[in-house]
Nanobody, 117 residues
């Protein structure tokens, strides 16, 4: 299993970024995919979650209305469109999935997002 994030960078407040996560080594379409983030000195938090099939997409309250999670099963990829970015969105963003049967989580290496003027 491999998850590779890309798309992070430095952006001014109010700006936008789109993160991508390319998955390999498992049947991507069968799994819920998640984006987490971890800011310096803070715990890792769930930002957004997209189910494997019909279901409810979930967002952290802090990003509702600004971030959009999506997936392309043909490309084995999940995305996070981030608009109206704020300094408090600064963090390392991680792509994650969980194999419930084995009780195991898989994480990408993370991509840094910095929101600053």
């Amino acid at each position: 299993v491999q998850l590779v994030e890309s798309g992070g960078g430095l952006v001014e407040p109010g700006g936008s970024l789109k993160l991508s996560c390319r998955a390999s080594g498992f049947t991507f379409r069968r799994y819920t995919m998640n984006w987490y983030r971890q800011a310096p000195g803070k715990e890792r938090e769930l930002v957004a979650s997209i189910p494997n099939a019909a279901g409810t997409i979930k967002y952290a309250d802090s990003v509702k209305g600004r971030f959009t999670i999506s997936r392309d099963n043909a490309e084995n990829s999940v995305y996070l469109q981030m608009n109206n970015l704020k300094p408090e969105d600064t963090a390392v963003y991680y792509c994650q999935t969980r194999f419930e049967y084995y009780g195991r989580d898989y994480w990408g290496q993370g991509t840094q997002v910095t929101v600053s003027s």
